[in-house]
Each structure stands twice: as structure tokens, then as C-alpha cells.
């Protein structure tokens, strides 16, 4: 079962955070292969998936990616690394 991590407050105003964070995380996770991270990654998939303020086609591809990220964190043997 996937872990809860909370959103940040500031996306409720700010809701483009989400989106720099995701992509931040995204471009650091093939270095590190941190489980926490790829969880991050997962949840974030998730919020953007959820918000409405989002553009249909973008929430689409979050919650296609978010499964995808899913996925492969279930795939995992939890030893803390995913690659």
C-alpha cells in the first residue's frame, strides 16, 4: 500500500508548485534511486491528477504516470532503491 505524504500547504494556492517540484524530482530520481523520492514522485503524479484547476490533457498524463510510477514502486523489493 502506497505511503500517505502529505501536500504541501502552498499548493493549495499555488498550485504550479506542484508541477516544478514534480519535474525537479523527475530529473534528480535517475541519480539517486530513492525510494522516498519515487514515493514523492508518485504522490505528486496523484495531486496533479486531482486538481481541477489543472487542463484535462494534463491530468490525464499525471494519472496515467502516476500508475506507471506505481507500478514500479510495487514492482520493487522495497530495499529503499528503485531504478
Not at 504541501?8 to 525537479?24: G, I, K, N, R, T
Amino acid at each position: 500500500m502506497p505511503r500517505s505524504i502529505p501536500t504541501p500547504p502552498e499548493y493549495a494556492q499555488h498550485p504550479e508548485l506542484a508541477l516544478v517540484s514534480l519535474l525537479y524530482m523527475l530529473s534528480r530520481q535517475h541519480a539517486t534511486g530513492c525510494r522516498t523520492m519515487a514515493e514523492s514522485i508518485t504522490a505528486h503524479f496523484r495531486f496533479v491528477a486531482g486538481d481541477t484547476r489543472y487542463a484535462d490533457v494534463l491530468r490525464n498524463a499525471a494519472e496515467r504516470l502516476g500508475m506507471e510510477w506505481q507500478g514500479l514502486l510495487d514492482a520493487t523489493d522495497h530495499d529503499g532503491s528503485v531504478h
